[in-house]
DNA sequence: TGTGGTAGTTACCAAAAAGTAAGTATATGA
DNA sequence: TCATATACTTACTTTTTGGTAACTACCACA
């Protein structure tokens, strides 16, 4: 669905980050553009497809439908079809999603900090 | 130095979910391709350009710059110029770019538990 | 005068990520 | 038969990131 170049210095050099430090792995498991944003919300409970668009309004259809996929492929959430009409697609997060929660939270709180240093001393 | 449009939705959106998340605000200052391999190998001590060259012996010396610059400018590290000949310029932690230390970890410890889910099932 | 070492800088190009807009499928109800 | 609702797909374009390779500046030493 993603079209990429089965090689290039990018991406090897991509892939070798990944695989010799678990951290950049977990980045790219959840530090794309609105990952973050997702399984903030997803936090609070489940989501449907359409009520994830009205939470983030400023995503696009392709690029929640790409980074909802890929999630579910890397076992952070779950997708449930419901045949019903009006179709019902409901996301949640996995165990292993919960589980970054209070990483999260963490890096959270020093991305504040942050926040104020870059406030504080403008320039 | 880094050509970017002035505006386009792309960096807009971008900065208005550094804005309101910390999250991703954090993101941007140290997720980004080499760095977290950077403030990983600093957390070690200080290094000069040529060795911290040698320690990511795939960074280009272009991408080196770059990323020091940033995390310069962003507060987690600095740069030191010695004016001997040869001249030396050493690279070293800040006390904020410290305290990222055990995020660092933790996050690093989940991405160990995703790589092992990862490999243990395939496909 | 030329070679070597450190620490970059620059212009150019390829690749990847993200955005836009129009279209698909399914079924209900007017 | 047309409009509506949900949940996507797809083709195409723009924007951004990253890589390559050649070049700069400073000085020491032979």
Redesign the pocket.
Same mark, same amino acid.
């Given at each position: 669905? @993603?079209k990429? +170049?089965e090689s290039?210095?990018?991406?090897e050099?991509e892939k070798a980050l990944a695989a010799e430090c678990p951290f950049i792995f977990a980045l790219s498991l959840m530090g794309?553009?609105w990952k973050p944003a997702i399984l903030w919300k997803m936090t609070e409970g489940i989501y449907?497809?359409?009520e994830m668009k009205r939470a983030i309004p400023? @995503?696009?259809? +392709?690029?929640l439908?790409q980074h909802l996929r890929e999630l579910e492929s890397d076992g952070l959430i779950t997708r449930t079809v419901y045949h019903e009409?009006?179709?019902?697609?409901e996301y949640a997060l996995t165990e292993f999603g919960t589980s970054l929660q209070p990483i999260l939270k963490q890096l959270n709180t020093w991305g504040e900090k942050a926040q104020n240093i870059k406030n504080t001393m403008p320039k």
């Amino acid at each position: 669905m @993603i079209k990429r +170049k089965e090689s290039s210095v990018n991406l090897e050099n991509e892939k070798a980050l990944a695989a010799e430090c678990p951290f950049i792995f977990a980045l790219s498991l959840m530090g794309k553009r609105w990952k973050p944003a997702i399984l903030w919300k997803m936090t609070e409970g489940i989501y449907r497809f359409g009520e994830m668009k009205r939470a983030i309004p400023q @995503i696009s259809e +392709k690029m929640l439908t790409q980074h909802l996929r890929e999630l579910e492929s890397d076992g952070l959430i779950t997708r449930t079809v419901y045949h019903e009409m009006p179709l019902r697609v409901e996301y949640a997060l996995t165990e292993f999603g919960t589980s970054l929660q209070p990483i999260l939270k963490q890096l959270n709180t020093w991305g504040e900090k942050a926040q104020n240093i870059k406030n504080t001393m403008p320039k």
